[in-house]
Structures are given as C-alpha cells and as structure tokens.
C-alpha cells in the first residue's frame, strides 16, 4: 500500500481530537470532583480558600467537554442544546468564585434558567412513544 492511500485512510487531527478530548476532559472534571469530595471531608489536607477553586474546575471543565462536542456536525437544535448546557456550566462556575454577592446571584439564576431550558428543549425533543396495539390508554 502506498503512503498516499495510508494517509487518505487515517483519520484527521481535528476528528482525533473531537474523540479524544471530551472523555479526556470528562475524566479531568471526575477527577477535580474527587479533589473537591477529598477537600471537603479533610480540608486541613488543601490550603486555605482553595474550596472555591476545586468547586470551579469540574463545571468548566464539563463545559469545555459540552463545547469539543457541540463542534462537531449536527443539527442546529443540538448545537443549541449543546451551547446553552455549556453555557449553564459557565456561569454556575462564575457563581461559585464570583466576590460580589449580588453579582453571583445572578449568574447563579441564570445557570439555573439555562439549565431548565436544556431540559426542556431535550425533553420537547424526544419523539412521542407510541403504544402497542391492544395497549390501553390513558
């Protein structure tokens, strides 16, 4: 086989990376999380005020993830799901690290409006179930 016919077989760097870097990225935030769960039961084991930073990083790394996803090729209606679930993650991420109160209040409520939406537009989106023959309704 020729270089040339190898090459045009292999996949690209840019479909590499939308494979690899969500789960990648997924395992990081799991990670963080264990970090934050550890930081919690034994917080004399981190140093001080670092709570906030710990409770950040899986949210923007989720949302990150939830981005690398959202690149690749799909329907306008996921792209959007996609961006509005990342864009949740951000600004509950700036909630929790924000100094302003009333500032992180707000950021707080709008990751909770967007984080509604998505799970409305998922649950709009989901074809209906159709019943078996026989089957009685409701």
């Known amino acids: 086989m020729k270089w040339r016919d190898r090459v045009g077989r292999m996949p690209s760097l840019r479909s590499r990376a939308h494979r690899t870097l969500p789960p990648v990225i997924g395992a990081l935030a799991l990670l963080s999380v264990g970090a934050l769960l550890i930081c919690d039961a034994s917080p004399r084991l981190f140093p001080a005020n670092v709570h906030d930073t710990l409770a950040t990083l899986p949210l923007v790394l989720t949302a990150i993830a939830v981005l690398f996803q959202a690149i690749r ?7 959007a799901k996609a961006l509005i679930l990342a864009l949740a993650f951000f600004f509950w991420a700036a909630s ?8 992180a209040t707000l950021f707080n409520d709008v990751a909770v409006a967007l984080f509604v939406l998505d799970v409305v537009l998922v649950i709009a989106g989901r074809p209906a179930e159709t019943a078996p023959r026989g089957a009685p309704g409701y």
């Open 73 to 79: 090729p799909a329907r306008p209606l996921e792209w």
């Open 96 to 103: 929790q690290i924000w100094v302003q109160r009333e500032t």
